[in-house]
T-cell receptor, first 116, second 110 residues
């Protein structure tokens, strides 16, 4: 089975802190994605990556950055956390060109981040 | 603009009755359509997808979905609902990136 693992289930951080959310997948997927999930808004794409050291902005990249130094690991970085970044963060991975050609994505369990 | 709409925030159904969760889409070209389910405090799980071919797609846990090109819809269905089907359901469309609807909460009552 494909496994996508997010390092933390719950995080509480203070406003202004630099926050790292880590995601690791074990299926050698080229594609990796970060979404945030908020009630009534569904899932919104923050950043995605199709290869190592490659990144693309999604729909809501402001306030975030990402790092993909190894194929299996995709990190989301909140440079200076703010209360409006309190949310559920979901990582996903898929096969090469998978999402663009109809292959399903596999999701991690999610990290619920609270910024106080 | 590419978009997905789930017009119902919540759907309530009695156990044993058929259920439908609605989804409409707006994309240019041929759509790749997906349904995912999310149980409490869990990530999203893939249920089924439409790529091409038969308009009725069968997926996990007895769910199926009907693709209707003229109505630009991809409704999720199940002939007989179970209490354990209660969860949050997301429709998604694949264009150059995976776009999700806002989700529909399904409540199945005993």
């Amino acid at each position: 089975d494909v496994k996508v693992t997010q390092s933390s289930r719950y995080l509480v951080k203070r406003t202004g802190e630099k926050v790292f959310l880590e995601c690791v997948q074990d299926m050698d997927h080229e594609n990796m994605f970060w979404y945030r999930q908020d009630p009534g808004l569904g899932l919104r794409l923050i950043y995605f990556s199709y290869d190592v050291k490659m990144k693309e902005k999604g729909d809501i990249p402001e306030g975030y950055s990402v790092s993909r130094e190894k194929k299996e690991r995709f990190s989301l970085i909140l440079e200076s956390a703010s209360t409006n970044q309190t949310s559920m963060y979901l990582c996903a991975s898929s096969l090469p060109q998978g999402i663009m050609e109809g292959t399903e994505a596999f999701f991690g369990q999610g990290t619920r981040l609270t910024v106080v | 603009a590419q978009s997905v709409a789930q017009p119902e925030d919540q759907v309530n159904v009695a156990e044993g009755n058929p259920l439908t969760v609605k989804c409409t889409y707006s994309v240019s070209g041929n759509p790749y359509l997906f349904w995912y389910v999310q149980y409490p405090n869990r990530g999203l799980q893939f249920l089924l997808k439409y790529i091409t071919g038969d308009n009725l797609v069968k997926g996990s846990y007895g769910f199926e979905a009907e693709f209707n090109k003229s109505q630009t819809s991809f409704h999720l269905k199940k002939p007989s609902a179970l209490v354990s089907d209660s969860a949050l359901y997301f429709c998604a469309v694949n264009t150059d990136k995976l776009i999700f609807g806002t989700g529909t909460r399904l409540q199945v009552f005993p």
